[in-house]
Structure formats: C-alpha cells, structure tokens
C-alpha cells in the first residue's frame, strides 16, 4: 500500500499562486510516470500535467504557461506550480504515480479560484 501525502490546496484569489505537493512512500520512485489530475463538481476528473519517469512534461491545453509540474526523486515527491489561477481552476486535485498497469492516487486536495 501507498501512502500520499498532498499539500498545498486553498482558497486563493483569481490571478493568485498556490504550489501543490505529493508525497509518495514507495520505493523505486524514479521508475514511475507521475501526474496531477483534477475534478470539478460535475465534471469527470482529468489530466492536467503528467511527468515521465525521465522528466518529460505534458500539459491540458488550458493550463500551458501557467502550470509547471516538477518532481524530486530523491524526496519521492511532485509538484505542480500553479500560476495566474482562473476560477475554472477550481476543483479537487489529486496526484497519481503509474507504472505499467499499476497506479496509485492520492486522496486529493481542494483548490479554490474565488474573489
């Protein structure tokens, strides 16, 4: 069993920054893709920013330039930088670890966008 630790999740004002952390207790870190995925009320949860094992990024259309995701293997950990936050940003973001068929999610933290 997996266990996450998430962080980083608020309320913030639209324009604002919020830094979001993963922490993963599991070995062998470094040889898992890892992602951030995120869900409104309403809405089927999807990808937002995904990390390769090698450190290649993929980004949702809709937070390109605004978004960074990061990961430190030596901490077990990843990270999306979240900037020029819209109120179609909020939702419930959870981080997620894969290798082949096996995947692992954290159990999410709460970003809201609001004046």
């Known amino acids: 069993q997996v266990l996450f630790v998430e962080s980083g999740g608020d309320l913030v004002q639209p324009g604002g920054s919020l830094r979001l952390s993963c922490a993963a207790s599991i070995s062998a870190f470094n040889t898992y893709s890892a992602g951030w995925y995120r869900q409104a009320p309403g809405k089927q949860r999807e990808l937002v920013a995904q990390?390769?094992?090698?450190?290649?990024?993929n980004y949702i259309d809709s937070v390109k330039d605004r978004f960074t995701i990061s990961r430190d293997n030596f901490k077990n950990t990843v990270s999306l930088q979240m900037n020029s936050l819209k109120p179609e940003d909020t939702a419930v973001y959870y981080c997620?670890?894969?290798?082949?068929?096996?995947?692992?999610w954290g159990q999410g933290t709460q970003v809201t966008v609001s004046s």
């Open positions: 997620n670890i894969a290798r082949g068929s096996v995947i692992y």
């Open positions: 990390i390769s094992s090698g450190g290649s990024t």
